[in-house]
């Protein structure tokens, strides 16, 4: 047990959840962008799950992390956006629609895994490249700092810029103001001629760019492979932190961190003697939580305004 | 006079596409410098008359002359376009935004994508300045008051450079107070070349604002007048016209019993904080009618709401047979004898995809006679079934009928066999006979009076004046979240009398008609 607060109470430990909330991270910030619009990108986990299979694969036949980084992205604003096509102009119901892609993600990429490679665990047969890991120059110098924020997967610092960006996006620009209007009052942001169903397909694109560098980050940062069930959840725990934010910029950071503190936490307990698999539910159960708790706050605050 | 027509209309005719004549015959002429008022009553065609000016509808037949060039819109922003602005009675607004950001969405001043929203602000306040609205851009629309919401619109309609300014319904949901500044607001447009359409029913607030009116019925344009010229009673007679009588004076039976219903001091504040019903007090006794009679949107809907157990009310107290229920859910109210027709037959009456037997059950099916402890008792509800679709005369092919397969007046008639089955003390009936034939609907009377000579109190809203009148021993009259009159033995008064009560052109003295319940 000691052992385990040593390893938590650590300067090191930091850089750790630094690394596991940078796919909440991109997971929420893109939810942020959608929900805004009024659309739950609801196929994000299976946008990730592409995108990582995606990079890994391109990057192993191009010979070039940048190209497998790019692919991958592109193939997740594209399932993004056909979500939208499913949901705004077919008309079909969104969770079904999510479904659907969803499982139709987690099986298409054991599929090819399985035709590349012959394998279904991951892509070890692979020789998939990896993005690079940045030294901040100034901070390097730094004694403590240095370990804490320099050295990381470039992604890592992508997906803190992504909270800048995503905040400018939705404040600074036409178009960030359009999705919010459609997001808040659908018939006001019609009336004015504002073409609503190509703000929100702007809008779940745009969250498949994000929770597409998302996946990128776990097959090509994180790890160097692509394994089956990799995204493990962080897609939907990108959503919940969304909703747990208010589609809002700073609290939906806020929450993903935290998801991100406690899916560090579960990972270093696995080095403790209770049961891994336990352990490694905690993140999960933080979500539950955490849903149940914001929820039930919000309700009590709508019974006091009515 | 040299001719400042601006918008004409010309042989107007709509006809959607499920066979239904909105309007027709439609002539009009709007000036400059003129507020202009569209009356009629609810189903005139007003809306779809707005639609049509507006671009939101296309018209089926006939020509609009905008200068005197004849224009089609296709859409809104045509119209918006052309400078035709509406004031919608739901607000476009959007909650979270600045007045700023709301007067500019979709015209956003704007630099490669990045807002410059700043850049016009001295425009629109200027504009404030010029047409007096005492706002402030940087507020959230969310923090506004209804009135103050109003004017963002208005504005918004201003800085599209709209020089025709159409507002539907727009004092519903004002104060009086905000209602009085309006129209120093829209008198002071009108002062600067504005055309403003002014949609109401309030018969006295046009009087007091217009120029000119046009009454609207069954989607005609029955006459146009300077309203200076004519008087408010003359305007209602020509909204409401003549209408099928009734006549059931041999059904009545004397029957003069308790009160079942005591409504005391009842007040409801809706979210927005506006007193829909202020300090309602009255009463329905077993064996009579009383009739909720007035033009829509002046608390009937809160009252029903608030006697079913929809609403909450805020203060006062609804006794029914003694116990007052103002505060128990609806299944509570329902066990002590309550029951309901709703006015939307569709919606709230009945279930379409459901079967007559599932649907006739539905209000009582955990009556110990049809069901058990798990189980329904299938023939016991088989039997009620049965014996309501013969007693009501349901046109159908049995109990396995869906409701969606029955006409409406046959739908009308489950939900009324439903709610009349289990032996109610007091039944709320909300437009029973809306949309349906006169055949039906003298069937329903007769069977509210049926009900009503064994004892049942009945309360019925409509907004049929010579149904009330018929089958009512009492009428209330409804304006603006009060009760305007009570009138006993309605049949002897005059529609138009009741109507003067309706538009709030007369009030009775509540001491007045408490003496009148003493003379009875």
Known sequence: MNNIISHIFNVEFIGVILRLSTPLLFAAMGNVVSDRAGVTNIGMEGSMTLAAFSGVAISAYSGSAWLGAAGAVAVSILFSCFLGYLNLYLKTNIIMAGIALNTFAASFTVFLLYMLTGQKANSAALASKQLPGIRIPVIDKIPVLNEILSGHNVLVYVSLLSIAAVYFLLNRTRLGMHIRAVGENETAASSVGIRTKRVKMAALGISGLISGLGGVYMSMGYLSMFSNGMIAGRGWIGIAASAMGRAKVIPTTISAFLFGIFDSVSNEMQLGNISAELIMTLPYFAVMAGMIIYSVKRTKKEQKNA | MESKKVLELFGIEKIYANGVAANKEINIAFEKNEIHAIVGENGAGKTTLMKMIFGLEEPTKGKILLN?????????????????????????????????????????????????????????????????????????????????????????????????????????????????????????????????????????????????????????????????????????????????????????????????????????????????????????????????????????????????????????????????????????????????????????????????????????????????????????????????????????????????????????????????????????????????????????????????????????????????????????????????????????????????????????????????????
């Open chain 2, 68 to 520: 005197g060039e004849e224009i089609s819109f296709k859409s809104p922003l045509d119209a918006a376009q052309m400078g035709i602005g509406m004031v919608h009675q739901h607000f476009m607004l959007v909650p979270s935004f600045t007045v700023l950001e709301n007067i500019l969405l979709g015209r956003e001043p704007a630099n490669a994508g990045i807002l410059k929203l700043q850049k016009e602000r001295e425009n629109i306040e200027a504009l404030c300045r010029e047409y007096q609205f005492e706002l402030n851009l940087d507020d959230r629309v969310e923090n506004l008051n209804v009135g103050n919401k109003q004017k963002v619109e208005i504005l918004k309609v201003l800085y599209q450079k709209a020089d025709i300014i159409i507002l539907d319904e727009p004092t519903a949901v004002l104060t009086p107070q905000e209602t009085e500044k309006l129209f120093q607001q829209l008198i002071l447009l009108k002062g600067m070349g504005k055309t403003i359409i002014f949609i109401s029913h309030k018969l006295n607030e046009v009087k007091q604002i217009s120029d000119r009116i046009t009454v609207l019925r069954k989607g005609r344009v029955i006459s146009t007048h300077i309203t200076a010229e004519v008087e408010a009673e003359q305007i209602s007679e020509l909204m409401i016209g003549r209408r099928v009588t009734y006549s059931y004076e041999d059904l009545r039976q004397k029957t003069s019993g308790e009160a079942v219903l005591s409504v005391e001091h009842m007040t409801y504040r809706n979210k927005d904080g506006k007193e829909a019903l202020k300090d309602i007090d009255f009463k329905v006794k077993a064996g009579e009618i009383v009739g909720v009679v007035g033009v829509e949107g002046n608390g009937q809907t809160e009252l029903v709401d608030a006697l079913f157990g929809y609403k909450r009310i805020t203060s006062g107290s609804i006794l029914l047979n003694g116990t007052d229920i103002s505060k128990m859910n609806i299944k509570s109210r329902r066990r002590l004898g309550l029951s309901y027709i709703p006015e939307d037959r569709m919606v709230q009456g009945s279930a379409a995809d459901g079967n007559i037997r599932e649907n006739v059950i539905s209000s009582f099916y955990s009556a110990p006679e049809i069901s058990g402890r798990v189980f329904m008792k299938n023939q016991s509800v088989q039997k009620v079934t049965d014996e309501l679709i013969e007693r009501f005369d349901i046109l159908c092919n049995g109990a396995e009928s869906k409701i969606s397969s029955l006409s409406g007046g046959n739908i009308q008639k489950v939900v009324f066999a439903r709610e009349s089955y289990m032996s109610g003390k007091l039944m709320i009936a909300e437009q029973p006979t809306r949309g349906v034939d006169v055949g039906s609907a003298s069937l329903i009377h007769k069977a509210l009076l049926k009900l009503r000579n064994e004892g049942t109190a009945i309360l019925m809203f409509s907004a049929d004046l010579s149904e009330a009148q018929a089958v009512c021993d009492k009428i209330l009259v409804l304006y603006s979240g009060e009760i305007a009159a009570e009138l006993y033995e309605p049949g002897r008064i005059t529609e138009k009398e009741i109507g003067l009560y309706m538009l709030g052109l007369k009030h009775q003295d509540k001491k007045a008609s408490g003496g009148n319940e003493d003379e009875r």
